[in-house]
Each structure stands twice: as structure tokens, then as C-alpha cells.
């Protein structure tokens, strides 16, 4: 029996985690990756800069998930793992202040420890711990946003100090339009159905004894997508072709795909995986699948942009005693957040001491806070150097920079998000080995990428003994077509 043909579009890490998945077998399918980018990765990226190598994209993973565990292990990544050291701060009240250790995704579940931080006044302490007394709330919309749920429980002090800022550093979203389901699914369920959210929440201190919750590599997180790439091209009949941008998509009958690349190339295909971002999977499924085009659509993205900046250790008075610190949207800033490089990361720094050069990443970009793409890069730079005086003192211009553009970077997971997945889900039940997946739908951080990839690999794996319909499934599947 011919092999089956998968067809992979956007080599990201959930695309390639797919692929890697996909490709265990004793006798794998045919799997090819269509990756836009001249490498695969993602937005998992990294740049040099003063003689370092950092990451620009995402650089901590979180490593509790079984699925990540299990995938680090087969890559025989665990002694690359790193831990981040030291703890957060949150730019509030006039200065940086340090994150209460015992709060869960920006809720305190403890008031003493809150209380000490400065980030609320007292006021706003015993504002918080009305969530004890206060009845339990009344008719919520049937998807709640953060700020619906979280806002009438604690007060405004702690929504804008602590909530707002944490959500920022991982959404980039407004909790005022993110739902509380979809983007912090672990506090929507550790809260369903109890009245005070404080005492659902102390029942979950941190896990201890498994390892830090956030990971990096030495070298970076692209260790961990060029390890995936790399096990997928060991494979003879796997492969990842890079600068291929997908155009189109159609399906044929009796079963299969066209995936039309641009330039006019064509590859046929049983089944398709489209790990791409929401726009992309909504414009692909425009023809086939219109009311999955039309849900995806839907689902909102916004642009972010990092700039690393190298200093002498010299021109930093500040300490740096931490791994960085967020900045809250009420305050009406650029900056999003700010990761103190060298401090958090020891492999940045030599085993003897003080790093030569002290890097900072910054991040710029949420939801209903866009106004950096108006800016060329001076003026983005001069705007971030402003805001970096005036919260760590840091007057002096850095030795080196690094900036990097992700518009449409960070999906938003705004109110009637689980509807618009579930909208996708069912629309492609007409479409047999049609799928859908990436950090758009089901989870924003690469974890759950990963977590998603290899549950998506499993259920076509279980499928693939079926026989393949494609029209000459294992001949040349590449045909050139003159034009569009
Ligand atoms: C600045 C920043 C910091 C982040 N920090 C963290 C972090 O610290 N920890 C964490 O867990 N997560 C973090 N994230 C989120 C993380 O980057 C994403 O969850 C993850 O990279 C998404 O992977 P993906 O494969 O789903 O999508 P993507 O990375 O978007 O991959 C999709 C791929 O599809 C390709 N593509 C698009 N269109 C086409 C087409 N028509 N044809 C072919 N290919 C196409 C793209 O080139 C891309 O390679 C961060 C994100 C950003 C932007």
C-alpha cells in the first residue's frame, strides 16, 4: 500500500511537533513541511548582539506539562535546560516593585505578602480581601471576560497592579476583552462554582519537587525547534521545505487536497495540517471550509516588537537583582515588560562572575496599544530609552541594539474565543484529514503547542491504516502551473 501523504503548512513549533510526531513510527507516512520562512521556528527567533546569541522571541518554556517533558527527554534536551533565576518585579506606584511570591497568574492568594510589596496601598489590600466576604457573583455572561470575573472580586488596585500586568506579559491582551476560559483556563477552573476566589486560589500553591515551571536553553530556545527540525529531516520520508509559502487549498474528490504554493507549484495530499496563524488558516480555508475561514477569521491578533539592548556593566547602577519587570496598562506606557537578560539567565554570564555586557530585553505591544508601529526605529528606541531612565535609571545610550517587528504576533483569546474554536472544530468534521492547529486556538504558549501537536499526531496516527484516496498519492506530487 502507498505510503499516505501529510502536508504540513507553517514550520512552527507546532507544526514541526506535529511532523516530529507523525514520523516515530515504525513505517511513517510521507510528511512534508511548507514552511513561508527562510527557517523553520516560528516566531521562536533569536539575534546577535555584542558578541551574545539571545532569544527575540519566545525564551522560556514552560516545562511541567507532560507532553513538553516527554518531548525534552526523546531529544535528550534535559541537560540543555536552564532555569531563570531571581524573581519579578512590577513597574507601579512610582517604582519597581517586587511580584508576590504567592499569587497565581497576577491573583494574590495570600494579603500579607501583598500587603509588603507596595504594590497596592493598604486600601488596596483590604479592598482584596473583600473577595472573602463578598457573595458570590451573580449573573456572569456565559463567557466572562478576566476583568468580569477577576475586577468586582479584588478592586481596582490589584486588577491594574498586579492582574493587568501579568496578563500583558504573557497575552499581550486587555482583560477587559480576553476571556477568563480561554486565556487562563487554570483560574476559571480553579474558581468555577466557589465563592471566594482567594481561598480557591491558596489551595494551589506553587508544585515544588518537579523542577522550575519556566525553562531555557543554553543557546537559546531554538535548540529546542532545531532539534525537532533536525529529528523530522532524519526521517527519509519526511522533509521541510522553507521559503514555500502556501497559497491555496482545495479539495478533491474522492478525498485529499491540492496545496497550491505560490509561484504555482501544487503538491496533493490525504491529509493537510494547517499550523499557521488564525488569518492565514482563515484565507487557506476560504474555499474549502468557509465557515472555518469565517471563525478564524475572527479570532483577533496584535503586533509586538522586542529591542535587546547591550550595556557596559559600567552604565547600570541599578542591581538588576531579579528577572525583569512588567508594566501595568493603566499606566499608559510603551513598554510592556522588561527581562533583565544576564541576570536571569546564569548561562549568559560567566561561571566566574560579572557578564561583560548587560543585556535588557524590552517588549512593546498589547492589545489597544499599537501606537509602536507608527514608530520607525529611532524614535521606538528613543520612546523605550524614556521609559527606561525614568523606571531603572539608566540614562546613558546602549553599546548595541537589537530590535525586531512580529506584527500580528500574539493571537487575543478575547469573549467567545471556545465558541469560534468549536465553530472551526465542527465546520472541518466535513472536511476528513483537515486540521487546524497553532498557538491561535488553543493556547497561546508553546507548551500548549506542544501539548496540542502531539494530541493532534496521535489521533492521525490512529487513523493513517486507513487507505489513502488521493489521486496519484506517490507519484511526483509537484506540478508547476504557469500562472494563477
Ligand atoms: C515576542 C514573543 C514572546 C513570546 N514568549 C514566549 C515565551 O517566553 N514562552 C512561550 O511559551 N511562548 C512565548 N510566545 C508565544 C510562542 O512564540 C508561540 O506560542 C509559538 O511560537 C507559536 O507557534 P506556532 O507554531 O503555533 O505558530 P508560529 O510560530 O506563528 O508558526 C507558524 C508558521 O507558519 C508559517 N506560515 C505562515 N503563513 C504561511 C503560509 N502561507 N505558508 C507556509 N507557511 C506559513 C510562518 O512563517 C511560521 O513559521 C512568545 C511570542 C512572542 C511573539
Not at 29 to 46: D, F, K, Q
Amino acid at each position: 500500500m502507498a505510503l499516505r501523504r501529510i502536508v504540513i503548512v507553517g514550520g512552527g513549533i507546532s507544526g514541526l511537533t506535529v511532523a516530529y510526531h507523525l514520523t516515530r513510527g515504525p513505517r511513517p507516512p510521507r510528511v512534508t513541511v511548507l514552511e513561508a520562512g527562510s527557517a523553520p521556528g516560528g516566531w521562536v527567533g533569536s539575534a546577535a548582539i555584542a558578541g551574545y546569541r539571545v532569544d527575540t522571541g519566545p525564551e522560556a518554556l514552560l516545562a511541567r506539562m507532560p507532553a513538553v517533558q516527554a518531548l525534552l527527554a526523546d531529544l535528550g534536551l534535559d541537560e540543555a535546560r536552564r532555569a531563570p533565576q531571581g524573581s519579578a518585579f512590577i513597574w507601579a506606584r512610582g517604582a519597581l516593585r517586587p511580584l508576590p511570591q504567592s499569587s497565581v497568574f497576577g491573583v494574590p492568594n495570600k494579603l500579607m505578602p501583598l500587603l509588603r510589596s507596595g504594590l497596592v496601598g493598604p486600601l488596596g489590600v483590604l479592598r482584596a480581601g473583600a473577595d472573602l466576604v463578598l457573595p458570590r457573583p451573580r449573573r456572569l455572561p456565559p463567557d466572562p471576560t478576566i476583568a468580569q470575573v477577576l475586577l468586582p472580586r479584588f478592586g481596582s488596585q490589584v486588577f491594574a497592579n498586579m492582574i493587568e500586568p501579568l496578563l500583558g506579559g504573557v497575552h499581550a491582551g486587555d482583560a477587559r476583552r480576553l476571556s477568563v476560559r480561554s486565556a487562563v483556563p487554570e483560574v476559571a477552573a480553579a474558581v468555577s462554582g466557589r465563592r471566594s476566589i482567594y481561598l480557591a486560589l491558596r489551595g494551589r500553591e506553587p508544585r515544588t519537587g518537579s523542577g522550575p515551571a519556566l525553562i531555557g536553553f543554553e543557546g537559546g530556545i531554538e535548540q529546542l525547534v532545531s532539534a525537532v527540525a533536525q529529528a523530522v529531516r532524519a526521517v527519509p520520508s519526511a522533509e521541510i521545505r522553507c521559503g514555500t509559502r502556501v497559497s491555496r487549498l482545495d479539495p478533491l474528490s474522492p478525498g485529499g487536497y491540492r496545496v497550491t504554493i505560490e509561484h504555482g507549484a501544487e503538491l496533493l495530499a490525504d491529509d493537510v495540517v494547517l499550523a499557521v496563524p488564525a488569518p492565514v488558516a482563515a484565507a487557506l480555508l476560504a474555499e474549502t471550509a468557509p465557515d472555518a475561514a469565517a471563525a478564524a477569521a475572527a479570532i483577533p491578533h496584535i503586533g509586538v516588537a522586542t529591542l535587546v539592548l547591550a550595556y557596559a556593566p559600567s552604565q547600570i547602577a541599578n542591581p538588576l537583582a531579579g528577572t525583569g519587570f512588567l508594566v501595568p496598562p493603566a499606566d499608559g506606557r510603551l513598554l510592556v515588560g522588561c527581562t533583565w537578560l544576564t541576570s536571569k539567565w546564569a548561562h549568559l554570564r560567566p561561571a566566574d562572575g560579572a557578564p561583560e555586557k548587560v543585556l535588557i530585553r524590552c517588549m512593546v505591544g498589547r492589545d489597544g496599544q499599537q501606537s509602536w508601529q507608527d514608530l520607525d526605529d529611532e524614535a521606538l528606541l528613543a520612546a523605550v530609552r524614556r521609559e527606561l531612565a525614568e523606571s531603572m535609571g539608566i540614562h546613558e545610550p546602549p553599546e548595541a541594539v537589537s530590535i525586531r517587528r512580529m506584527p500580528g504576533a500574539m493571537p487575543q483569546y478575547v469573549a467567545g474565543h471556545a465558541d469560534r474554536v468549536a465553530a472551526i472544530d465542527a465546520a472541518l468534521v466535513q472536511r476528513p484529514g483537515l486540521h487546524v492547529i497553532g498557538s491561535s486556538f488553543r493556547g497561546v504558549g508553546m507548551a500548549s503547542c506542544i501539548t496540542h501537536a502531539g494530541l493532534l499526531a496521535a489521533r492521525m496516527t490512529s487513523s493513517i491504516t486507513a487507505p489513502n484516496t488521493t489521486p496519484s498519492p506517490d507519484s511526483p506530487v509537484v506540478a508547476h502551473r504557469g500562472t494563477r
